[in-house]
C-alpha cells in the first residue's frame, strides 16, 4: 500500500480527516451503547458498517494499520451478526480496546499525517484469535466427481458428457447451434476466484446455453484456488458477441473460445476443418465464423435456379447466333421480350430462395424462455406454465436479435406484474398454477407473434385517469382500445396499468419503439380486465436489409441500394458536357444526366481526370452519380432517420455497420434534372 | 379518484392545492432556464461524437450513434435563436472543451428520439399546472414560438419547452436549409 | 461515450474519490445516492447508464435496492461495491443480475475497467 498522501492531496486529506474521525468517534459511542444494551442487533449492525467504512476509507488512503484494525473489527463483528461468536463481556472488551486504539491513531494521523506502525499488538492479537478459532475450512473436494479439465487446451479432446448432456447437445444440434469449449482464467492475485468465474457462468447462463461447468458451479462455492481456471461447455449459434460479452468481466485474464466437435455420432463439423481456437485478452476479438447451417431444401431450390439460369444462357446464346445468321428484327424482338421476362422470375425467384436461406426458426429465441420462465417463477413465487407454439416459423436471422429483448421484456413483466400470487389466483377461482402462452404464425406477408397471459389484465379505468391526471388531451374521450394503447407512451409505469405496486415498466414503450421503428412492425394490446392481456406483435416478413453498394465521398460512407444501380462506370472528364439542365455524359450511345455526391451534399467536386460513377436507375431513367470511391457490396440493415436530419430527403435510412460506423443510404429518385 | 393513489417517484403528486404536478428537467440556454417533462427525458449525456450530416436542418449539428440507433442532435440554441453574445456564465465553449458544461438532453416524443443539445444541465422541478402562465408578455421571439407556457418557482422563471414545436420539421426547413 | 453514472455510497468521501476518477476519465456522474432508497429514486428519475452501488448502505442494503433496480429496468448495468469476504452475499448479487463487481479498497484502474467492460457488454 502507499505512503501517507502527499502535500497535493490536500483537499482528499481534509476530506478523508473529516469522515473518518467522525467514524472513529460514532464507533466509540456505540460501542458504549452496545455495552449498555448488548442485546441489540441494530447496534451491532450500526458497529459492523462503521468499521466497514472505515476499513475502505483508510486503506484508500494508505493507512494499513488503521484499516487492518478495522478489517479486524468488522470480521469479529460479522461473526457476532451471524451467530458465531457470542458477544461476551470478554469480546466487548476487546472491541472497546480496538476502537480505542483506533482512535489513537486517528489522533496520530490528524496531527502527523502518518500513523504509527507497532504499538498495537496486544489489541490485534485480542481481537485475531476470536476469529481465529471460528474460521471455517477452505478445503472441499469438488462437488461432482468429475476429473479438472487438463492443463493445455488441445483440440478435440474428448470429455465425458453424460446421458443429459449429450441429449441437451443433439437437441442444440439440431438448432443449427455449435458446440463450443470456453476456457476462462482469472488474474493469479484475484482474491475471490469462484466470484468471477461465477459472474461469467451467470452471464453465459442468460445468453447461450451452458452444457457443462469445470469445476461445477452447482451449489456452495469449494475451494476459491480450483476456479482459476475455468471451463465452460456450451452451444450456442456462431458468429455474434454473446460469448465475448459474457466474459467481459473484470479480473478475468484471458479467455479462449475453441468450437469443438460433436461427440461421436455427430454430424460433420460446420465450417471449416480446424477448430477455431483464439485467445482473447480484453479487448480483441475472438477469431467467430461466420457460417450458418442452411436446410438442404434450401439449396436444392437454389439450385434449380441456377439450373434455369444455366438454360437461359444456352438460350441467349442460340439467339445471339440468330442475329448473326440474319434472324429478322421482329423475331429477335420477341425472344427477347421472352428472355428478359423469364430472367426478371428468375432473379426475383432466386433473390427470395436467397433470402430464405437466411431464415431459421423462432424456437431459437423460444427456447430460452422455458429456463427464464423457470427461473423467474422461482424467484418470485409464482408457479407457471409456459406453453410454446409455432416455434418453427421461420424468421430472418437479423430480426433475431432485435427480437429477443423485446420478448423476453414481455415475458417477464407477465410474470412481474400480469400473473397474480397463486394463494390470489385461487381466491379469485382460477387455477393455482398461471399460465403464459407464446406463439408465432406467418400470416401472408407477416409474422405474427402473440404472448398471452391469463393475469390480472390491464384496468382500462385506471390508465384513463392516470391520462387525465397526465394531461393527454382528450384522454376522458377514449374509446378502451385507444386506453390501452396508452400503456406505450412514456410515462405510464406498468403500476398503472397493472393493479400492483411495483417499480416502473420503463419497458413498455421501448418494446413499441423496438417493434415499430426497428423492426417496422406493429404492436397491439388486448385485455380483459381480471382475466389476461394478450401482446401481439406484427411484422414484415421481408425485412429493412438491403444489398447496397458502397460509396465514399470525402472519406465518409454512403450507400445505394443495389435495385437502384444499373451498373458502376468510370466516366473520363473530358466527356462531361454542361446542358440545359446540369452536366450529362455519354452512356451506351445515349446521352444521361450527371450528377455528383459532392454536389448533393453540398460540396465542390474534386476534379480528377477520370471520375468514378455508378449508373443509377430509376424507372426507365439512367443517370451518372460520380463519387469519390467505390467501395464494395454489401448487405445492410437499414434504420429510419429522423426528418430534422434529413429535411431534403436526400437519404432514405440509415445503417450502423458492425464497427459503429454510420452510412446513410441515399434516396435516388432524383434522376431528375430540375431537383439539382 | 386519481388524488388518492399513492404518489411514484415518478408520477404526479399533487399538490395542497389539488391540481397535479409535473416534474421536469431544467436546463440553461443563454441566460434563461428552460425544462421539459422527466418523463420525456431518456438520457443526459456529454457532447461527444456528434457526425455532422450534410444537409440536415440548420439547427441540427449532427447525429449521434446511441447504443445501435441513429438519433439527431437539436442545437436548441440554434433553433430558439439565442445568440453566442448571451452566454451565461459558467457556459463553458465549444462541446470538445473538457470544462464546458454543454450537455445533450435525450428525450423521447412519442416514437421520434432526439437529442437537445443545451448549455448546461440543472435541477429537477415540480410544477404545478395551476401555476403555468400560457399568455406570457415574456420578450417576444424565440420564446413564444417554441416555449408551451411559463411557470415561477422560488423566484426563478422557468420556460416550458414546447418539444413538438422545437422538433417540427415543417416546409419552413426545407427554405431554412437551401441557405 | 459521455457515460452517465450514479454513484450510491453512504460515505460522502468515497462519493468524492469515485466521482474524481469517474469524471476524469469523461464519465458524466449524473447523481449521487448515500443509501438504498435514494438510490432507487435517483435511478428512476436519472435513468443512468449504469450504477455503483454499495453493497453496504443504510436504509436498505446495496441488494434490496439492487433487485429494485433490476425491477425498474430489468437492462439496468449494475456495478456492486463490496468488501473483501462478502461471498455468498456477491453471489446472490450475481444472480439477481449484476454485471461485475469490485472490491474494497479499490484501485482506480480496477473500477475504470469493470466500468468500461459492462458499458460495452449487452
Given at each position: 500500500m502507499s505512503a501517507a498522501p502527499g502535500p497535493d492531496d490536500g483537499r482528499l486529506r481534509r476530506a478523508f480527516l473529516e469522515e473518518s474521525e467522525e467514524l472513529v468517534q460514532k464507533l466509540g459511542e456505540t460501542l458504549s451503547a452496545l455495552e449498555a444494551s448488548p442485546e441489540s442487533r441494530e447496534l451491532v449492525n450500526e458497529i459492523f458498517r462503521l468499521t466497514h467504512s472505515l476499513k475502505s476509507e483508510a486503506a484508500l488512503m494508505g493507512y494499513t494499520s488503521l484499516s487492518g484494525l478495522a478489517h479486524l473489527m468488522e470480521d469479529v463483528l460479522g461473526q457476532i451478526r451471524s451467530g458465531d461468536l457470542a458477544l461476551s463481556r470478554d469480546v466487548l472488551d476487546?472491541?472497546?480496546a480496538g476502537a480505542d486504539r483506533a482512535a489513537v491513531l486517528m489522533n496520530e494521523i490528524s496531527q502527523s499525517g502518518k500513523e504509527s506502525e507497532s504499538g498495537a499488538e496486544d489489541v490485534v492479537t485480542g481481537l485475531s484469535t476470536l476469529i481465529a478459532d471460528r474460521r471455517r475450512p477452505v478445503a472441499r473436494p469438488a462437488s461432482n466427481g468429475a476429473p479438472p479439465a487438463g492443463e493445455t487446451a488441445d483440440g478435440n479432446r474428448e470429455t465425458p458428457f453424460n446421458e443429459v448432456e449429450l441429449r441437451r447437445i443433439a437437441e442444440a444440434r439440431d438448432r443449427g447451434e455449435s458446440l463450443v469449449r470456453l476456457t476462462v482464467t482469472v488474474t493469479p492475485d484475484e482474491p475471490m476466484k469462484f466470484v468471477r468465474a461465477f459472474l461469467v457462468f451467470s452471464n453465459l447462463e442468460q445468453a447461450v446455453n451452458v452444457i457443462k461447468v469445470v469445476p461445477a458451479m452447482d451449489g456452495a462455492p469449494v475451494d476459491d484456488s480450483l476456479y482459476g481456471r475455468t471451463v465452460f461447455y456450451l452451444t450456442a449459434p456462431l458468429g455474434g458477441d454473446t460469448l465475448k460479452d459474457a466474459a467481459r468481466v473484470d479480473q478475468i485474464a484471458s479467455v479462449t473460445v475453441e468450437q469443438m466437435d460433436y461427440p461421436s455420432g455427430g454430424s460433420p463439423r460446420d465450417g471449416s476443418g480446424a477448430p477455431a481456437g483464439t485467445e482473447m485478452t480484453g479487448r480483441t476479438a475472438p477469431a467467430e465464423k461466420t457460417s450458418i447451417r442452411v436446410d438442404t431444401r434450401k439449396l436444392d431450390?437454389?439450385?434449380?435456379?441456377?439450373?434455369?439460369?444455366?438454360?437461359?444462357?444456352a438460350h441467349m446464346s442460340r439467339l445471339s447466333d440468330g442475329v448473326a445468321r440474319g434472324m429478322d428484327a421482329e423475331s429477335i424482338r420477341e425472344e427477347l421480350v421472352e428472355s428478359s421476362d423469364s430472367l426478371e422470375k428468375l432473379s426475383s425467384g432466386m433473390q427470395q430462395a436467397m433470402r430464405d436461406t437466411r431464415m431459421i426458426p423462432i424456437s431459437i429465441i423460444f427456447n430460452k424462455f422455458p429456463r427464464l420462465v423457470r427461473d423467474l417463477s422461482r424467484k418470485l413465487g409464482k408457479p407457471v406454465d409456459l406453453v410454446l407454439s409455432g416455434e418453427d416459423t421461420e424468421i430472418d436471422r437479423s430480426i433475431i436479435e432485435a427480437l429477443s429483448d423485446p420478448l423476453t421484456h414481455v415475458i417477464r413483466n407477465s410474470l412481474d406484474h400480469g400473473l397474480e400470487f397463486p394463494e390470489e389466483r385461487v381466491r379469485l377461482g382460477k387455477p393455482e398454477r398461471g399460465?403464459?402462452?407464446v406463439s408465432a404464425r406467418r400470416q401472408g406477408g407477416t409474422i405474427v407473434i402473440e404472448l398471452a397471459d391469463d393475469g390480472r389484465g390491464l384496468d382500462t379505468d385506471r390508465i384513463r385517469?392516470?391520462?387525465?391526471?397526465?394531461g393527454i388531451p382528450g384522454a376522458a374521450a377514449l374509446g378502451d382500445a385507444e386506453v390501452r394503447e396508452l400503456v406505450f407512451l412514456p410515462g405510464f409505469s406498468t403500476k398503472d396499468v397493472v393493479t400492483d405496486l411495483s417499480g416502473r415498466g420503463v419497458g413498455m414503450d421501448v418494446v413499441a419503439t423496438r417493434i415499430r421503428n426497428d423492426l417496422r412492425g406493429d404492436v397491439e394490446l388486448v385485455s380483459e380486465e381480471g382475466k389476461g392481456t394478450r401482446i401481439i406483435l406484427r411484422l414484415p416478413l421481408t425485412l429493412t436489409i438491403v444489398n447496397s453498394l458502397l460509396v465514399a465521398d470525402e472519406a465518409q460512407m454512403y450507400a445505394i441500394p443495389l435495385s437502384d444501380l444499373d451498373s458502376t462506370a468510370k466516366v473520363p472528364a473530358a466527356e462531361i458536357s454542361l446542358q440545359e439542365g446540369g452536366e450529362a455524359a455519354p452512356w451506351m450511345g445515349d446521352t444521361i444526366s450527371l450528377y455528383s455526391l459532392a454536389g448533393l451534399l453540398g460540396r465542390e467536386r474534386r476534379p480528377r481526370e477520370e471520375y468514378f460513377a455508378v449508373v443509377l436507375r430509376h424507372g426507365e431513367s439512367r443517370g451518372f452519380l460520380v463519387v469519390d470511391e467505390l467501395i464494395e457490396e454489401r448487405e445492410i440493415v437499414i434504420k429510419p432517420v429522423d426528418d430534422l436530419v434529413n429535411p431534403l430527403r436526400l437519404f432514405s435510412g440509415v445503417s450502423v455497420l458492425d464497427d459503429g460506423q454510420l452510412v446513410f443510404i441515399l434516396d435516388t429518385s432524383f434522376i431528375r434534372r430540375d431537383n439539382f | 379518484m386519481m388524488k388518492e393513489d399513492a404518489a411514484d417517484a415518478q408520477g404526479s403528486p399533487s399538490s395542497a392545492?389539488?391540481?397535479?404536478?409535473?416534474r421536469y428537467v431544467s436546463f440553461i440556454l443563454g441566460t434563461g432556464r428552460?425544462?421539459?417533462p422527466v418523463d420525456q427525458v431518456m438520457q443526459i449525456i456529454r457532447p461527444q461524437g456528434i457526425l455532422s450530416v450534410p444537409k440536415a436542418a440548420p439547427f441540427v449539428p449532427g447525429v449521434i450513434n446511441l447504443r445501435g440507433d441513429v438519433i439527431p442532435v437539436v442545437s436548441l440554441r440554434a433553433r430558439l435563436g439565442i445568440s453566442d453574445a448571451q452566454a451565461a456564465q459558467g457556459a463553458g465553449g465549444t462541446a470538445g472543451n473538457v470544462a464546458s458544461r454543454a450537455r445533450i438532453i435525450i428525450i423521447r416524443m412519442g416514437s421520434r428520439v432526439c437529442g437537445l443539445m443545451v448549455d448546461d444541465v440543472r435541477e429537477i422541478v415540480d410544477i404545478n399546472e395551476a401555476s403555468v402562465q400560457r399568455e406570457s408578455n415574456q420578450e417576444p421571439g424565440a420564446h413564444a414560438q417554441f416555449t408551451g407556457g411559463v411557470a415561477q418557482r422560488d423566484g426563478t422563471l422557468f420556460l416550458i419547452l414546447d418539444l413538438q414545436r422545437v422538433l417540427s420539421a415543417g416546409r419552413d426547413l426545407q427554405g431554412a436549409a437551401q441557405v | 461515450m459521455g457515460a452517465t453514472i450514479l454513484i450510491a455510497d453512504d460515505l460522502s468521501f468515497m462519493r468524492m474519490i469515485q466521482k474524481e476518477i469517474l469524471t476524469e476519465r469523461g464519465y458524466s456522474v449524473v447523481g449521487e445516492a448515500a443509501d438504498g432508497i435514494d438510490a432507487v429514486n435517483k435511478f428512476q428519475s436519472l435513468n443512468p447508464d449504469l450504477v455503483l452501488l454499495d453493497i453496504t448502505m443504510p436504509n436498505m442494503?446495496?441488494?434490496?435496492?439492487m433487485r429494485k433496480i433490476f425491477s425498474i429496468n430489468p437492462k439496468a448495468k449494475v456495478i456492486m461495491c463490496s468488501a473483501?469476504?462478502?461471498?455468498?452475499?456477491?453471489?446472490?448479487?450475481?444472480?439477481?443480475g449484476v454485471k461485475d463487481f469490485i472490491v474494497k479498497p479499490f484501485k482506480p484502474e480496477r473500477i475504470l475497467s469493470a466500468i468500461e467492460k459492462a458499458l460495452r457488454s449487452a
Open positions: 476487546r472491541l472497546v431450390e437454389l439450385w434449380s435456379f441456377v439450373a434455369e439460369l444455366v438454360l437461359h444462357k399460465k403464459i402462452t385517469q392516470k391520462a387525465i391526471s397526465l | 392545492q389539488g391540481s397535479p404536478s409535473r428552460y425544462c421539459v | 442494503n446495496g441488494l434490496e435496492a473483501l469476504g462478502q461471498q455468498s452475499l456477491i453471489v446472490e448479487a450475481i444472480r439477481a
